[in-house]
């Protein structure tokens, strides 16, 4: 399922995580998850919340860089293996994964995996397939 | 020891008529052979008539950096290319270099003021001198090393960029001083430390030039090397290191006032200052043929003393410089304008145009960190992206200002908005 995730610049610098997410808790937005991928002087955070459109508007008018991205939800049995069977149909199809990271741990439901792709629309087709 | 003494010794009346004679000829040749000045001497009514000595060089239209760029590359020469057996160029305002060309005579003059100036320094046929300034269209390298061999030292051309090798050559080759900038000696100092090497090595003299250093510093380099150290001064457009230089007393830069005629003016109203009294310099080249300039406005800040000298030299004598009255840095002897900075970030278009230069002096060598704001349509999700926006951009300015640039990529609006002047430079090398 294709979903907006929302992204967020951040310059490495102390306190800005919790600015961040003090803002989404003032706008009552809920975080469902979250991953920071850093760089040595700033980092991304990439986050999956109750309403990224609202979120990214709370953010922008704090003065922070946020931008909604396309990502594909995907849903896998929690099981052994699981994961590599839908990582493995991707890139048998030749489509490069640029970031992976959980949405929803497990548990009877099955896990969420977050996935962005070179190529979202192929990525969609290869999984249904 | 004083290289030339008939013309660094000579009573200030002499001087004054050796330079009203050869400022007459000057005009002449730039009225008849450059049109930019013919026309700027038209416009202000003087014909070179009207100049009859050294006294009436008031009457004469300055030039400036502008004007050698409006005329790049070669259009400010008084000579056929013919006559010009080197060029030499440094970064101008806007990317475009700024170009200078000498004659044989031109370079033969040169090597004499540079002469003059390792002398000052005691120097001889007897040393062996490592020219560690880069060698190319800087005038740093090859300047100093044309004045060297006129010594008759021995010269080692080391160039820059090989600290250790450098070092084992000073050791091996016994090198009895060096040429090159005071924040690269300082970071030379640090290595000869760190191998423990101080003891073996046979230095006694520094000239250090090409960018703006203070007397703290230059007394830290004398204690750590146990050496003398002296400051050298000069610019391509006048001709490059070598115009004016220290003696062994360092109450100021004796300048080759029979080749280069100093003027100190208020940057406002470019009217002359007393003596002592701090303005900008400016310079006429009284002999130069390649590119003769007339009150060349340096933008440097200093004073200007004509008192006679313990060191026996009659020449005037600059304080130690004090800034300048525009906004041109000078990292690792690189001229740097801010604007060159800007117009690559605006011709790049990938980046807002907010930037903010950091200049910095870490383990005594200058460092450049540029912050650029990350721009709404140039933010990307993928920090693989990012990073080559950085790299890009860090080329772009290495491409623009010739200089390797740290870029740092900052949020939005961190960058501080000024109501007036923009400030776009943070400068925390103490220097002054």
Same mark, same amino acid.
């Given at each position: 399922?294709?979903?907006?995730? =929302? ?9 800005? =995580? ?5 803002? =989404? ?5 809920? &975080? ?54 839908? =990582? ?8 490069? &994964? ?15 995996? &977050? &996935? ?14 | ?34 049109? %930019? ?36 590359? #070669?259009?400010? #020469? ?59 269209? #800087? ?85 750590? $090397? ?8 000069? $610019? ?13 007393? *360092? ?40 590119? !003769? ?14 008192? !006679? ?27 740097? #304008? !801010? ?6 970030? $605006? ?31 140039? %933010? ?14 860090? *080329? ?34 103490? $220097?002054?």
């Amino acid at each position: 399922m294709l979903v907006n995730q =929302l992204s967020v610049f951040m310059e490495n610098k102390e306190g800005r =995580l919790e600015q961040v997410l003090e803002t =989404l808790a003032e706008g009552n937005i809920n &975080i469902n998850s979250l991953s920071l991928a850093e760089a040595t002087d700033y980092g991304m955070l990439r986050m999956m919340v109750s309403d990224p459109e609202a979120g990214k508007k709370a953010l922008k008018e704090k003065g922070f860089m946020a931008r909604l991205t396309p990502v594909l939800a995907v849903d896998v049995a929690d099981e052994v293996g699981q994961l590599q069977v839908v =990582l493995t149909k991707i890139k048998q199809a030749g489509i490069n &994964i640029e970031y992976v990271y959980s949405m929803k741990a497990g548990g009877d439901d099955g896990a969420t995996i &977050i &996935i962005r792709t070179s190529d979202l629309e192929k990525t969609q087709e290869v999984l249904k397939a | 020891m004083i290289w030339n003494e008939a013309k660094e010794c000579m009573s200030r009346d002499q001087l004054q008529t050796l330079q009203s004679a050869r400022l007459v000829k000057l005009v002449d040749r730039v009225y008849h052979n450059v049109e %930019f000045y013919r026309r700027k001497m038209q416009e202000l009514g003087i014909e070179p008539g009207d100049i009859k000595g050294i006294e009436d060089i008031t009457k004469l239209p300055f030039t400036t950096k502008a004007d050698l760029r409006d005329n790049y590359p #070669f259009g400010l #020469f008084a000579v056929p290319q013919s006559q010009i057996v080197r060029v030499h160029a440094s970064s101008g305002t806007t990317g475009k270099a700024t170009v200078v060309g000498y004659t044989r005579k031109d370079i033969s003059v040169w090597a004499e003021c540079v002469a003059r100036a390792f002398a000052q320094a005691g120097l001889g046929r007897d040393d062996v001198i490592q020219i560690a300034y880069g060698y190319g269209l #800087f005038t740093g390298g090859l300047g100093a090393h044309y004045g060297a061999e006129n010594l008759g030292a021995t010269v080692v051309p080391m160039s820059t960029g090989n600290t250790k090798k450098l070092v084992t050559m000073m050791k091996d080759f016994g090198a009895t001083a060096i040429a090159c900038t005071p924040s690269y000696l300082l970071h030379i100092a640090e290595t000869l430390e760190a191998g423990d090497d101080i003891k073996d090595i046979k230095l006694k003299a520094a000239i250090c030039g090409a960018e703006p250093w203070t007397e703290q510093m230059r007394k830290q380099i004398e204690e750590k $090397l146990h050496i003398n150290a002296f400051d050298i001064y000069g $610019l391509s457009e006048i001709m490059g290191p070598g115009v004016a230089c220290d003696c062994i007393y *360092h109450k100021g830069l004796h300048v080759n006032e029979d080749h280069f005629f100093p003027e100190i003016l208020n940057p406002d109203t470019l009217a002359p200052c007393a003596e002592d009294e701090t303005g900008e310099l400016a310079f006429t080249t009284l002999t130069k043929e390649g590119i !003769p300039l007339l009150r060349y406005r340096t933008r440097d800040l200093t004073s200007i003393s004509y008192a !006679p000298c313990e060191c026996g030299r009659t020449t005037a004598r600059l304080s130690r410089f004090k800034g300048r009255s525009d906004d041109m840095l000078i990292i690792r002897g690189v001229n740097v #304008f !801010p604007s060159q900075v800007e117009a690559a970030l $605006l011709e790049m278009g990938e980046t807002s145009p907010h930037y903010m230069m950091i200049v910095d002096r870490i383990n005594n060598l200058d460092t450049l960190e540029v912050q650029v704001e990350v721009d709404e349509a140039f %933010f990307f999700d993928r920090l693989s992206e990012l990073d080559s926006l950085t790299k890009k951009i860090g *080329h772009v300015l290495q491409q623009a200002i010739g200089l390797a640039v740290k870029v740092k990529l900052v949020e939005p609006n961190t960058i501080e908005r000024s109501m007036g002047k923009a400030v776009h430079v943070i400068d925390k090398r103490k $220097l002054v």
